[in-house]
């Protein structure tokens, strides 16, 4: 059974830094694609980044320069680093990843405000 374990989030203020990892357990194959999502109250779920297996990375314009998504293969976990934190970035973040099927992790409430 595949558990995607999602940790950090929290609240801080405009311009502050917060790093959310995942951590995944029980895939039957290998990881192929690990991103975040993130969701604002009434608005769709939307891509924040992505990484491939082979490194790769594909980021929203909205974070673009600010955030930095990274993988560990050894330990199957996934980071995003988020820095300069506005406002407009409060939402409930998500992972995703792709193994054979794709699975979703809890998501955790980030919340920028002063």
Do not use: H
């Amino acid at each position: 059974q595949v558990q995607l374990v999602v940790s950090g989030g929290g609240l801080v203020q405009p311009g502050g830094s917060l790093r959310l990892s995942c951590a995944a357990s029980g895939t039957r194959f290998s990881i192929s694609v690990m991103g975040w999502y993130r969701q604002a109250p009434g608005k769709q779920r939307e891509l924040v980044a992505t990484i491939t297996g082979g490194g790769s990375t594909n980021y929203a314009d909205s974070v673009k320069g600010r955030f930095t998504i990274s993988r560990d293969d050894a330990s199957n976990t996934m980071t995003l680093q988020m820095n300069s934190l506005k406002p407009e970035d409060t939402a409930v973040y998500y992972c995703k990843v792709r193994a054979g099927y794709e699975y979703w992790g809890q998501g955790t409430q980030v919340t920028v405000s002063s």
